[in-house]
């Protein structure tokens, strides 16, 4: 069983910046890759961005350029840098493991942008 737990989320004014982690243990860091997606209220869970075992990244279209995900092996943690936000970008954001275990979802931290 993979537990994640997010945290970082918040309230913040337009253009300001949050970090989001997810601490994760060692060998799923080393074996999995790790994600962030969020769902805002009445749409879908999308991908935010994702970062393999060999911390190769993948970032969404949109949010490419304001938001970073990175990893700390040392820290055992995945971080998603977000900056200058938006109000659109208000929505709960969750970090998700994927493995041949099986793919686990944190139970996600609030983001909110007031403008």
């Known amino acids: 069983q993979v537990h994640l737990v997010e945290s970082g989320g918040g309230l913040v004014q337009a253009g300001g910046s949050l970090s989001l982690s997810c601490p994760a243990s060692?060998?799923?860091?080393?074996?999995?890759?790790l994600g962030w997606y969020r769902q805002a209220p009445g749409k879908q869970r999308e991908l935010v961005a994702t970062i393999t075992s060999r911390g190769r990244t993948n970032n969404a279209d949109s949010m490419k350029g304001r938001f970073t995900i990175a990893r700390d092996n040392a820290k055992n943690t995945v971080y998603l840098q977000m900056n200058s936000l938006k109000p659109e970008d208000t929505a709960v954001y969750y970090c998700?493991?994927?493995?041949?275990?099986?793919?686990?979802w944190g139970q996600g931290t609030q983001v909110t942008v007031s403008s």
């Open positions: 060692p060998i799923i860091l080393s074996m999995n890759a």
């Open positions: 998700k493991s994927d493995g041949i275990s099986g793919s686990y």
